[in-house]
């Protein structure tokens, strides 16, 4: 890795199957240096933005809209997981401004000193084409099991749930195609920190 997109430090897009532990990961490579995108906070902080908020409120009614006047993030996720044109038209009311906040996130990561290495952590990071943003890509992998179990511990998921969220991204094939590591998460904290550290250093990102 020696020329780089944004500047003197390389971005690491991470993605993965869902319920394979990308937080965790993303926590191992903040140990080393990293500074962290968190896309999914990104997201939420859209839904706070007024134009946003009255954009979704126009398209699907009060009924998206708590009390206080924030969205019902619920309510949403009801309403695009079970139609994927309505998915869409969420994707495009939040996604340009998340990719504008992760751009200048970018930016300040690039300018700070204490930074190693940039961390972009988008389980929708091919979906919403910001492929093109990052120098390499990591995807976090985990056996099926072990995701269904962690799941249902977390959010209290079932396997139908997770199979209509995994219908809501593109295959697992494809995105493992698209990575240039794989880092498999099943084996406890310390061995993904072990894992990590492997990947880092043959990308010569750790001394």
Not at 32 to 42: C, E, K, N, T
Request: glycine residues 8%; neutral net charge; contains cysteine.
């Amino acid at each position: 890795m020696t020329a780089f997109k944004h500047g003197p430090k390389p971005v690491v897009g991470l993605i993965g199957a869902i319920g394979a532990g990308k937080s965790t990961a993303a926590r191992c490579l903040a140990a080393r240096g990293a500074q962290v995108i968190d896309a999914d906070a990104l997201g939420h902080e859209a839904l706070r933005q007024p134009d946003i908020i009255a954009q979704l409120v126009a398209m699907w009614g009060e009924r998206v809209r708590k009390p206080d006047g924030a969205l019902d993030r619920k309510e949403i996720g009801r309403i695009v997981f079970a139609d994927p044109a309505q998915r869409n038209a969420l994707e495009a009311a939040v996604f340009p401004y998340i990719g504008e906040r992760t751009h200048d996130a970018i930016a300040s990561a690039q300018a700070n000193p204490d930074v190693t290495f940039v961390v972009l952590d988008a389980a929708v990071l091919l979906e919403a084409g910001w492929g093109e943003m990052v120098d390499k890509m990591v995807y976090v992998n985990a056996p099926r099991a072990v995701r269904v179990a962690r799941l249902a511990t977390r959010s209290g998921w079932t396997e139908s749930e997770l199979a209509a969220r995994e219908a809501a991204q593109l295959p697992a094939e494809q995105k493992k195609a698209r990575a240039d590591a794989i880092l498999t998460n099943d084996a406890g904290p310390d061995v993904l920190q072990d894992r990590v550290d492997t990947l880092l250093s043959r990308w010569q990102l750790v001394p």
